[in-house]
């Protein structure tokens, strides 16, 4: 028989987007998050997003073209969407050396190493900024002020940051509270931050575009919003003179951004949506966890990748009915 039969893994079913339309669409939603960077750290922002973009073309290009010796996807989005959330967790006066190094290793050893896309394991993204936090921990928590704050200069401390230490220090809550600004000031983007993390609106918007365009579903972000805001919101009620409320932690930080983009990531993430569900309250228990215990003042980052190392087991023992299986009805 000369006919070959060839089976590629699931799932077979036929959609009407590509990988290149995905792409792209999620680099559209991300165009409101993208202008509030600019207009709440200036050009220093667009400088730091657009030395990422160019870093991490260039660094997937090298690679196909020279080592891997592939096809070139450098045109499908997917390096670029790498590029604007890498941009998205630094802050806006990192110096620019130091992200075209994290885009060669969110490039290099976060996707290329595992054979491109769909194949890795992590997050590219967060692969890049955790390897920044780790190797360049004084630029990476050093912040520009931002422009709606009306100062000047480097203020040094996220809301998270000043809140940590404030509780360390034994300060009263209510002035821990006046430090760290009002829920509606956080929502907006009126803190200190990363460039793309610090407006929960404009990422909110993004995110329901993608939900219309059906390039997400709610089961990860929702599953994160919910654990977040009840386990915080317990600890909360159990010690109100120890932990913060639950919307000071849903809304500050990087947890919208994470939730939102980098969790729902395709690659990483589960395939059925109760496997998305588990996914998502690992991120936000992992997330308060350590928030509130750890050396760090924000977690996300590790949380999901963290969760992105169980996507294999979880894709193993949570899998969706197979179709024509039966159904025993009773």
Known sequence: ??????????????????????????????????????????LDALTVTLTAIFSCLVVEFVIQKFLIKGPLTIFDGSAIITGLLLAFNLPASIPLWMVIAGSIVAIGIGKMSFGGLGNNPFNPALVGRVFMLISFPVAMTTWPANRLTLTDGYTGATPLS??????????????????????????????????GEVSALF???????MLYRGIITWHIPVSIFLTVFIFSGTMHLIAPDRYL???????????FLGA????TDMVTSP?????????????????????????????VSFAILIMNAF???????????????????G
Request: aromatic fraction near 10%; glycine fraction near 12%.
């Open 1 to 42: 028989m000369k006919q070959k039969f060839i089976v590629s893994p699931s799932p077979h079913e036929k959609g009407h987007d590509s990988v290149r339309s995905i792409m792209y669409g999620v680099i559209f939603s991300l165009i409101p998050a993208f202008a509030a960077s600019i207009y709440f750290f200036g």
């Open 162 to 195: 000043i809140a940590k230490e404030a509780i360390k220090n034994g300060e009263p809550m209510n002035e821990i509270i006046n430090k760290v600004g009002t829920s509606l000031n956080h929502f907006i983007g009126n803190m200190e931050g990363c460039i």
């Open 203 to 209: 990422i909110l918007l993004g995110g329901l575009y």
């Open 245 to 255: 409320s639950p919307e000071f932690h849903l809304l500050t930080g990087g947890l």
């Open 260 to 263: 939102i983009y980098m969790a």
């Open 271 to 299: 395939m059925s949506s109760v496997g998305m569900i588990i996914f998502g309250v690992g991120i936000g228990l992992l997330t308060v966890v350590i928030r509130i215990w750890g050396a760090y003042p924000e977690g």
């Open 311 to 329: 996507v294999p087991l979880i894709n193993r023992y949570i899998k969706p009915k197979r179709f024509g299986e039966e159904v025993n009805h």
